[in-house]
C-alpha cells in the first residue's frame, strides 16, 4: 500500500513537472534575470558586458527623471478615465440588453465585436480614421459643416482621443461581465420588490447594484491592471506623440531598451512598473474584500 501511494504522488509530480519546468523558464528566470541587470548599467550596442551599479538606476528614474513621472501621470490618467468610462457604459449596456425586446442578441453580438480584434490592427484602423487631413472621420464632419478636430496632432486632444479608442475597444468587455452577473440574480428579489411597489431605478440602486458591487471590484481590477500595460494604442496611433503627451509608462520602457539599447535602466524602469502594479493590485483586492463583506 506504501508503494502505492508513493508512486500515485510521483504520477502527480510527473504531470505537474512540465507545467513548472515552462513556469521557471518563462516567468520566474526571466524576473530573476532583468532584476539583477536592473542593478547594472549596460549600453548593448556599445558595452560588451554590463557593469554594476547598484541602485543608481532607480534613483535615477526616482529622483533625476521627470519624464519617467510624465509617463507614469498619463498612464495613470489614461487608465482612471477609461476604466470608469468603460464601467458605466459597461453598465447601461448590460442593464438594456438584460431585458428582453426584439433583436437583442443582434446588439449582443455587435457590441463585442470590438474586443475581438486584435489591439494593434485597432490602433491602426482608428489612426487612419482620425488622420487630420483624409480621415473618415473628419471628413464627415466638415461634410456637416463642423471644423476638423486635430484628433493625433495637439497635445491637448492626443490623449483623449487615446482614451476614446479605448473605450471602444474595452466597453464590451465590461458589458459582457455584467451582462452575466445580471443574468444571474435571483428574479424572486425583483418580483417581491414590485410587489411592494418598488420602480426600475429602486430596484437597480437597491438590489442590482449591492448584488453585483464584488463583479464590478473584480472586473475593475483586471481592466486596470491589463489598461496599465497602454502600448499598442500609444504605437499605433500617435506614437507617443506630439512631444511626449501620450508616452505610457510602457512606451517609454520600449524606447529605453529597445530603441536605446539601455539594458540597464530598460530593466530598471520595468521593475518600478511591476511594484507599481503590485501596489494598484493590493489596492483593489482590498477593496475588493471590503466590498464583500460588506
Not at 532583468?34 to 549600453?43: D, G, P, V
Amino acid at each position: 500500500m506504501a508503494a502505492a501511494s508513493i508512486g500515485r504522488k510521483n504520477v502527480k509530480w510527473a504531470f505537474l513537472l512540465p507545467a513548472l519546468v515552462y513556469l521557471m523558464l518563462m516567468a520566474i528566470l526571466p524576473l530573476v534575470w532583468t532584476l539583477s541587470l536592473s542593478l547594472t548599467k549596460w549600453h548593448a550596442n556599445i558595452m560588451p558586458r554590463p557593469e554594476w551599479v547598484g541602485l543608481d538606476n532607480y534613483k535615477y528614474f526616482l529622483f533625476e527623471n521627470p519624464r519617467f513621472w510624465h509617463a507614469l501621470g498619463f498612464t495613470s490618467m489614461y487608465v482612471g478615465i477609461s476604466v470608469t468610462g468603460e464601467l458605466i457604459l459597461g453598465l447601461i449596456l448590460a442593464f438594456l440588453l438584460s431585458h428582453k425586446f426584439k433583436g437583442r442578441n443582434f446588439f449582443r453580438v455587435i457590441y463585442l465585436i470590438p474586443m475581438a480584434c486584435p489591439p494593434i490592427a485597432v490602433a491602426f484602423l482608428w489612426r487612419m480614421m482620425l488622420h487630420p487631413d483624409i480621415g473618415v472621420i473628419n471628413t464627415m464632419l466638415k461634410f456637416i459643416g463642423l471644423s476638423a478636430v486635430k484628433w493625433t496632432t495637439s497635445a491637448n486632444m492626443a490623449p483623449f482621443t487615446i482614451i476614446m479608442v479605448d473605450i471602444w475597444e474595452w466597453t464590451p468587455f465590461m458589458f459582457l461581465a455584467l451582462l452575466a452577473a445580471f443574468q444571474s440574480l435571483p428574479v424572486e428579489l425583483y418580483q417581491a420588490a414590485a410587489v411592494d411597489g418598488a420602480n426600475s431605478w429602486q430596484m437597480f440602486t437597491n438590489i442590482t447594484l449591492p448584488l453585483v458591487a464584488p463583479v464590478i471590484v473584480t472586473i475593475s481590477l483586471i481592466r486596470a491592471i491589463d489598461a496599465f500595460k497602454l502600448f499598442e494604442l500609444v504605437f499605433g496611433i500617435t506614437g507617443a506623440g506630439p512631444g511626449s503627451s501620450t508616452e505610457s509608462l510602457s512606451f517609454y520602457i520600449y524606447i529605453i531598451g529597445m530603441k536605446w539599447f539601455k539594458l540597464g535602466r530598460g530593466s530598471a524602469a520595468s521593475w518600478l512598473f511591476l511594484i507599481i502594479l503590485l501596489i494598484l493590485a493590493l489596492v483593489l483586492i482590498s477593496r475588493f474584500k471590503k466590498v464583500k463583506t460588506e
